[in-house]
């Protein structure tokens, strides 16, 4: 068996047994993708993993006709070309080689890597490279002290330090679940401590009536022709600390007393919650899958929270319009549900608005944090700015610091409305820890799957893929994802198992556009198709009093509508602002 087939081999086994490990034996989502890690991790070759690092960490030889044009960094000027015995070095930035270090030169024979032999580079000149597609990377100008002359060293040639070669070959040697619990931990670091400042700004928004606030005012906003927009709008604000079956359990009863108060409009309430939760909850972090997608494919924070709320304010809105036609051709009634009897819902909806936080206070723990973030993220971007306020930006708009400044508003919130004591508060933040807990472990255990899912060079197999068109790549991802959505229910692990696939994509620095539009394409590719194996889609039905028929009927065409109208924006997107 070659490599190839191997790869796909392993490829198929570990995504069988997360998917029919949660389809067929009902394992939590957790176990599936830690016995997937640990399976493909087991059965990787060593010499697919050594190989894999060696890709990673190598500095490609390229040559000048690759660039439209050199020039050093902050100056017009055109470098002069490179001279005998100098050779250009492909950087993924500026620090990564130094000064006369030796390096092992590879070469690829036949899909393998093979070492050469010993190289000692002195780097003459820190360069940039305007690449046709217009993307601009940073290239070292360095000369070749010892080993092979320049002109035996090959475009397309890999050079390694001799400690990326000793890490490479350190990682080939570990036993696998060495190699798992390393990507478990690496994932947990990166997004822990996010996940569980979301999980306490949800909870507080929740038992504060915070969350209750923003939509009675919205709803107060719109009036009661505009209740279906506001339910829309509700809806996407807290999908995005929230998580959507949460929700939903929050907006319901609103909108079960907005049917016995209009006596119509029922499945256009309900659609319309869903339509704005379902998108946020895809697309914008601090929500765990586009969280663990943006960090898996390198994308700033900011940038994709601000990519996730445009793409999902076009998809949201299709939402509503397919909302309002629905509701027009079809009639769905207001019926008991096991969760609300009607007396239940009545008293709900008829709590004293005297006794929830006034709208600001409400709104500034969902908003800061996109503020300060995507703020950051335009301010690193704008010419002219003073050192210090940038340094200021940076601390601000750091991820952990922003959603933290917000969980602190937010419980101080909780105080403020309940008159806490201490006890009490630490019950609630330890609920709300509790569940974010387990999204951690979910999250965690897809990092880990889809780093052994990378060492087993299933960058190898689209290792062409960047060469394709963006509209290619964008579409791959969508369906991608779209499958093992549709195959396994949870649209988070879904996420979590496409990026897996497909982060080698961005690992080689030749994607050209910007990530972001990858990390968007999953997220609309979570969208279809929401049927019976998936938890949210029991939510909605039980929670509305739809029957299954009715929820397959209304719901799945709508979200899955509402996935490829983000895809389309998407497309749209990468192909006139590239970003690269």
């Known amino acids: ?226 209740a279906p927009l506001s339910f829309l709008s509700s809806g996407f604000l807290l999908g995005i600390p929230v998580f959507f079956d949460t929700v939903f359990y929050l907006m319901i009863p609103l909108g079960k007393a907005m049917r016995l108060r209009t006596g119509r409009n029922y499945l256009l309430y309900v659609l319309t919650i869903v339509a704005g939760a379902a998108m946020a909850h895809s697309l914008v972090p601090p929500t765990p899958g586009p969280l663990f997608v943006a960090e898996q494919l390198g994308v700033d924070i900011g940038i994709m929270i601000l990519g996730g709320c445009i793409v999902g304010f076009f998809a949201a809105l299709f939402g509503y319009i397919y909302a309002s036609l629905a509701a027009r051709v079809w009639d769905l009634p207001l019926r008991e549900s096991p969760d609300f009897s009607l007396e239940e819902m009545k008293t709900i909806t008829e709590r004293d608005e005297s006794a929830l936080p006034p709208f600001w206070l409400s709104l500034a723990p969902i908003l800061l944090p996109v503020l300060l973030i995507g703020g950051n993220t335009v301010l690193k971007r704008m010419a002219g700015v003073p050192a210090e306020i940038k340094n200021a930006g940076d601390i601000l708009g750091d991820k952990n610091v922003a959603l933290g400044i917000s969980a602190a508003i937010a419980l101080w919130t909780l105080i403020r409305q309940k008159q806490s004591n201490l006890k009490e508060l630490a019950g609630s933040v330890q609920s709300s820890l509790a569940s974010g807990g387990v999204i951690i472990l979910i999250t965690a255990a897809g990092g880990a799957f889809g780093a052994v899912l990378q060492q087993t060079g299933v960058a190898g197999l689209i290792r062409d893929l960047p060469a394709a068109s963006p509209w290619t790549i964008i579409v791959l991802a969508f369906l991608i994802t779209t499958a093992i959505r549709t195959a396994q229910g949870s649209a988070t692990v879904a996420m979590i198992t496409a990026v897996g696939i497909l982060s080698g994509v961005v690992a080689g620095g030749n994607l050209p556009f910007h990530p972001v539009y990858l990390a968007l394409a999953i997220g609309c590719g979570s969208k279809p198709i929401a049927w019976m194996n998936d938890s949210g889609f029991w939510v909605i039905t039980k929670m509305s009093g739809m029957t299954e028929a009715e929820g397959l009927k209304y719901v799945t065409p709508m979200t899955a509508s509402m996935g490829v109208i983000g895809l389309i924006v998407t497309l749209v997107g990468v192909t006139f602002l590239p970003m690269v």
């Open 1 to 226: 068996m070659d490599a190839t087939t191997t790869t796909l081999a392993i490829l198929a086994l570990g995504i069988l047994l997360v998917v029919g490990g949660i389809l067929l034996f009902r394992l939590h989502a957790f176990l599936a993708l830690i016995l997937g890690a640990c399976t493909v991790s087991a059965l990787t070759p060593s010499s697919s993993i050594r190989e894999y690092v060696l890709r990673r960490d190598g500095f490609k030889i390229v040559m000048p006709s690759t660039y439209q044009r050199l020039y050093s960094p902050g100056d017009d000027a055109v470098s002069p070309g490179v001279q005998p015995g100098e050779v250009l070095v492909r950087l993924r930035s500026r620090n990564d080689v130094e000064e006369g270090q030796i390096c092992r030169l590879f070469r690829d024979h036949e899909g393998n890597l093979v070492e050469e032999t010993t190289v000692t580079l002195r780097v003459k000149q820190s360069l940039s490279g305007r690449l046709p597609s217009g993307k601009v990377e940073p290239v070292a100008l360095a000369e070749v002290v010892a080993g092979p002359t320049s002109a035996d060293v090959k475009a397309g040639d890999l050079v390694l330090t001799v400690s990326a070669v000793r890490a490479a070959d350190n990682l080939a040697g570990q036993p696998f679940p060495a190699r798992v619990t390393a990507a478990f931990g690496s994932t947990c670091g990166k997004i822990g401590v996010l996940i569980a400042l979301a999980s306490i700004v949800g909870m507080c928004l929740l038992e504060s009536g915070a969350a209750d606030r923003v939509v009675r005012t919205t709803l107060r906003f719109f009036g009661e022709k505009g």
